[in-house]
Structure formats: structure tokens, C-alpha cells
């Protein structure tokens, strides 16, 4: 059985950071290309980053240069780097195969004030 768990939300100020982390069970993640997924309220779930298995990344253009999407394969833990966070990236953060592969978690709520 595949589980992921996200945790690291908050609220926090425009132009601060955050860390998110999403700990795998049930697969490798080196095994996987995974992706950072958000949902804000009233607004379909999007792909905001995601990693292949060979580390190529890619992001969304609304958190590019902003973000960063990495990976521990010791701890099979995956992460995404929020700096220069902004009202508009307020949203609950969900992480998932890059092609979803199992049920979406509870996510974790990133909240941006101005």
C-alpha cells in the first residue's frame, strides 16, 4: 500500500518561506517521477512541480524561480522550497506521482498573508 503524508504548512507572511515535505511509504520515490499538486479554494487541483527519477525538474510558471521540488532517497521524503511566497500561492498542497498513482491525502494548508 502506497502512502504519502504531507506536512510543513502554515501561515506566513508574503515574502516568507516555507518547507514542505511529503514522506513516502509503500514505493520508492527515486523509483517515480513525483510532483507537488495545490489547490486553492474555488480552483482546480494543478501540477506546480514535479522531479523525475533521474532528478530533472520542472515548475509551473506562476512559482518558477520561487520554488524548488527535491528529494532525500535516504529518507524517502520528498520537499518543496517555498520563498517569496505571495497571497496567490494560498492553497492546500498535495504531493503525488507526477502521473497521480494513489488516493490524494489530506494535504497540508499554505496560507500567505499580505
Known amino acids: 500500500q502506497v502512502q504519502l503524508v504531507e506536512s510543513g504548512g502554515g501561515l506566513v507572511q508574503a515574502g516568507g518561506s516555507l518547507r514542505l515535505s511529503c514522506a513516502a511509504s509503500?514505493?520508492?520515490?527515486?523509483?517515480?517521477?513525483m510532483g507537488w499538486y495545490r489547490q486553492a479554494p474555488g480552483k482546480q487541483r494543478e501540477l506546480v512541480a514535479h522531479?523525475?527519477?533521474?532528478?530533472?525538474?520542472n515548475y509551473a510558471d506562476s512559482v518558477k524561480g520561487r520554488f524548488t521540488i527535491s528529494r532525500d532517497n535516504a529518507k524517502n521524503t520528498m520537499y518543496l522550497q517555498m520563498n517569496s511566497l505571495k497571497p496567490e500561492d494560498t492553497a492546500v498542497y498535495y504531493c503525488n506521482g507526477h502521473r497521480p498513482f494513489t488516493s490524494w491525502g489530506q494535504g497540508t494548508q499554505v496560507t500567505v498573508s499580505s
Open positions: 522531479i523525475t527519477s533521474d532528478g530533472t525538474t
Open positions: 509503500g514505493t520508492r520515490l527515486s523509483n517515480n517521477a
